[in-house]
């Protein structure tokens, strides 16, 4: 594979691009804004791709958020999308268990190590489930808690699957009944792996750190459904009936967003360098991953030209 | 090296083996008691081995208590120690960062990642820290605790050293202090590394589990100052001046007890079956990590005969 191509300030360079594809898949955090500042010109950049009738779709890892959810971070950011256009992690994850794993009932109920965004796209496919933002577990683990997980009192017969995601109130008890469970034989799924967040301008725990504690203690990792898991390039597809081959992924990512783009085959991968990975990341020798967008930009706004 | 010998019920080789030694080191959780279970005839033997003229040492990797808690804990199960004949990982810890570490002040600030028997253990070796069990951070991450761990200024300039341990109070907004300070440049330490930690009959996500959000963040491993690490075996033979070839490791987990006594040379090492690991671990094939005891009997009450 060749060098990466750098589009910023490049007009012809970035006209040819723009004619590549019909389809553009985007990363959020990272590319679109970090946590709740927006970057310059990204709404812009947006009307400027709707304009040429392209396709545009928001596939994020974040799974704290729903879909809904998400629209409402937009809409408060300034800017315009649809419920259908956003693809997060949680979403993919309810979709695999309902539409692809069919447990069948009573033994199907989830274990939810997460938010809000992960309840709700569960309920929206009508999984069943226990944990995520129930009160009851967010609190410190007593004595009786111990005994209780051990002996299997505190744990629902049928919870069969354990789903895992970034969860700030993660917490010893969650942690105990979600290996607990793990230990009994539940299926292991995340909504996805990334191991920071990108938040203010630096970086904090991400789903994946969150997660680790039930990896380290159990020896086993969980299937994961976000970014770059194929699970959810065949999700978003099915649901968008898009031609791979004039399919952009643009993310801020190399392990996740633009390994995503390349293990689907898509016709090109934009990396910005607003997030996580720098230029030195993918140029050259680069990471050492072999990872190497088809194109990158210092920004996104830097497609308006 | 041979298979392991096994000594449950064989007088002649149960002689044999306490001849051999003059010093045993033994781990507590999973090999005298589980959780708040003390094993039958646990003060029998020890009290056999004292009248036979043996010293003892109990070494654990519980970071949790200090040694004059883990003094209490035996007392209340009725076993006679002294605070002396306990060696925890916290008080390991404690002394590798006042007398080995020994960063200048005032940068030699530790953030604790874990409960009340580290913040002893410092205390006690006059090593400042902060976290731990204050209550100020029990509490849920808020929005200004990203702005303000991200810009430095919910930070502590003087913390160089960042020491994490199990912490039944695990929380984000932690995790989230800790992972900063790693980011800044900490020395990132660990009491230990074990993933499970043995209660009720059962196990539980320990120190290695805790610690690993921030691993999988950081992207690096701390330095363990728990078994099996040798830098716990120097300081325990600098406090008790033992000879190696006259000294047996008893233990009930492979990859931290043994492993500690077979790479710290001793001349023996016992595998209990009360605890973690079963006989199918180490004979044979076992579980490929070729770490085998040289003896091994179904509890330690069967060192009585």
Redesign the interface.
């Known amino acids: 594979m060749g060098e990466p191509r750098y589009l910023s300030g490049d007009q012809p360079a970035i006209e040819e691009f723009l004619a590549k594809f019909d389809t553009f898949l985007f990363d959020c955090d990272g590319v679109l804004w970090s946590?709740?500042h927006i970057f310059p010109r990204t709404a812009e950049t947006l009307e400027m791709l709707r304009s040429k009738g392209k396709q545009l779709v928001f596939v994020t890892n974040n799974s704290t958020k729903s879909r809904a959810d998400y629209k409402k971070k937009f809409d408060k950011l300034g800017v315009p999308v649809t419920v259908d256009e956003v693809f997060g992690s949680a979403y993919s994850a309810a979709v695999y268990i309902a539409r692809i794993l069919k447990l069948p009932a009573p033994k199907n109920k989830v274990f939810v190590l997460g938010e809000s965004g992960i309840e709700e796209e569960l309920r929206a496919e009508n999984v069943p489930f226990i944990g995520g933002t129930d009160a009851s577990l967010r609190r410190?683990?007593e004595p009786e808690d111990?005994?209780n997980?051990?002996?299997g009192s505190a744990l629902d017969p049928d919870v069969g699957i354990v789903l895992a995601g970034l969860?700030?109130?993660?917490?010893?008890l969650k942690?105990?009944h979600a290996?607990g469970y793990l230990?009994r034989g539940a299926t292991f799924l995340a909504t996805n792996t990334d191991?920071?967040l990108p938040?203010?301008?630096?970086?904090?725990?991400?789903a994946?750190?969150?997660e680790?504690?039930?990896?380290?203690?159990s020896?086993k990792s969980p299937l994961a459904l976000g970014k770059p898991s194929q699970a959810m390039m065949d999700a978003v597809e099915g649901k968008f009936k898009f031609d791979r081959s004039r399919t952009c992924m643009i993310g801020d990512r190399l392990n996740t967003d633009i390994r995503f783009g390349i293990e689907g085959q898509l016709g090109g991968t934009l990396a910005v360098l607003s997030g996580v990975n720098k230029k030195e990341d993918f140029l050259g020798e680069g990471d050492g991953t072999g990872v190497k967008p088809a194109f990158y930009a210092d920004k996104l706004g830097d497609l308006l030209g």
């Open positions: 946590g709740d410190d683990i111990f005994t997980i051990a002996d969860d700030f109130h993660v917490n010893y942690l105990a290996f230990k191991s920071t938040m203010a301008h630096t970086l904090f725990p991400g994946g750190s969150i680790a504690p039930l990896v380290t203690a020896g």
